[in-house]
Every structure is written in C-alpha cells, then in structure tokens.
T-cell receptor
Framework: SAVISQKPSRDICQRGTSLTIQCQVD?????MFWYRQQPGQSLTLIAT?????????ESGFVIDKFPISRPNLTFSTLTVSNMSPEDSSIYLC???????????FGQGTRLTVV | DQQVKQNSPSLSVQEGRISILNCDYT??????FLWYKKYPAEGPTFLIS?????DKNEDGRFTVFLNKSAKHLSLHIVPSQPGDSAVYFC??????????FGTGTLLAVQP
C-alpha cells in the first residue's frame, strides 16, 4: 500500500495566476499520476510523472499549462499555470502498486478560479 | 470517446438490500478492472478488482462480476449500509498501466 499526502487541500485563486500542488508518497514509486476531475465528470489523466525524465502528457494537456516536477521517487508537483475559471476542478495525484494492482490517491486539491 | 461508461449517475437503495452498480466498456484490450469509492473531500479509495481472466471476485460484502462478451461489469454490495453512501467509480487498465475511469455513480443508502 501507499500513503499519499497532497497539499493544498483546497484553494481559491485569481485568474491569470499559477498554483503548485504538492504530492508526497511514503514509499518510493516509479510512476506517479496526476488526474483532474471536473464537476460532474470522471477522473481524467493529465500526465504520468517518472523520476529522472520528462512527464508524459495525455491528449489535450500540455507542459506549458501543467508543468510537472519529479525530483525524486517520493515527491512530485503539478503546477496549474495562467489559470482561468475553466481550470476549476479537483486535482489528484496517484500511484499504482504493480501491474493490475490498485491505485492509491491523495485526498485531492479542490481548486476554484475566480 | 468515453471508453468506460457508468450510465446511472445515481442510485438509491434501502439499508440491508442489495446495491448493483453497473459499468460498460468499449476497449477489449483492457486487462483488469477496478472499483473505487469516493467520499466528498477525499481521494478515491480502492474497493475491489478483477482480472479479465475471471468472471467473479468477492471480498466480504462486495462482489464484482465481469461479462467479457458483453463488455460489462457490475459491483454488488450486499447488504448495503448507510456508510456505503458515496460515489463509486469503475476503472479499467491494460498494458500501459494507465487507468481509465467512468463518470461515477452516486449511491445513497437510505436507513
């Protein structure tokens, strides 16, 4: 299993600013995943963050908008840049335990952009 | 293109009765399927999973059924308890290790 600490838990931000979300895992993991859950929608994968290499982004998400850092095997950050109200969502980090294993999630960051 | 679908946005069940949550998928390459439960202001928590080579997996009050020919899975909770009230997501994964989630079903268990 894995325990994931994510912060902040929530924030209200002005449009045009940026917010960095931190994710700390209690064990070393190869891949960390960042998801977004827009209101009434499913969890959508933003990118996969591997330590020592650039993150891999899913279709519709770009590094300029969602830069990711992965400085070591227990930590990652996601930045939401130049925010607009459409970025208001819950952002979640996640790790998976092996192939076919369950994923563990942080508690999420509820972002509201005004 | 929504590869994993949960067509019922909500479900209400009486305490003690069975809750059946459904999920359909379109990609026959998925190797495993999982169910997650999510309370407000918390991240999803893993409930139960099933490999594509099985048709049933049971864990206490929770049973997941997989019908590969119909590309359909379901989660049965019996007996349902008020503490089961939450949003339930099904998810599917394969060789890429990425999980594709459904849109969720809000289960309300009435005392």
């Amino acid at each position: 299993s894995a325990v994931i600490s994510q912060k902040p838990s929530r924030d209200i931000c002005q449009r045009g600013t940026s917010l960095t979300i931190q994710c700390q895992v209690d064990s070393q993991v190869t891949m960390m995943f960042w998801y977004r859950q827009q209101p009434g929608q499913s969890l959508t994968l933003i990118a996969t963050a591997n330590q020592g290499s650039e993150a891999t982004y899913e279709s519709g998400f770009v590094i300029d908008k969602f830069p990711i850092s992965r400085p070591n095997l227990t930590f990652s950050t996601l930045t939401v840049s130049n925010m607009s109200p459409e970025d208001s969502s819950i952002y979640l980090c996640s790790v998976e335990v092996g192939y076919g294993g369950e994923a563990f999630f942080g508690q999420g960051t509820r972002l509201t952009v005004v | 293109d929504q590869q994993v679908k949960q067509n019922s946005p909500s479900l209400s069940v009486q305490e003690g009765r069975i809750s059946i949550l459904n999920c359909d998928y379109t990609n026959s390459m998925f190797d495993y399927f999982l169910w997650y439960k999510k309370y407000p202001a918390e991240g999803p928590t893993f409930l139960i999973s099933i490999s594509s080579i099985k048709d049933k997996n049971e864990d206490g009050r929770f049973t997941v059924f997989l019908n590969k020919s119909a590309k359909h899975l379901s989660l049965h909770i019996v007996p349902s308890q008020p503490g089961d009230s939450a949003v339930y997501f099904c998810a599917a994964g394969g060789a890429t290790n990425k999980l594709i989630f459904g849109t969720g079903t809000l289960l309300a268990v009435q005392p």
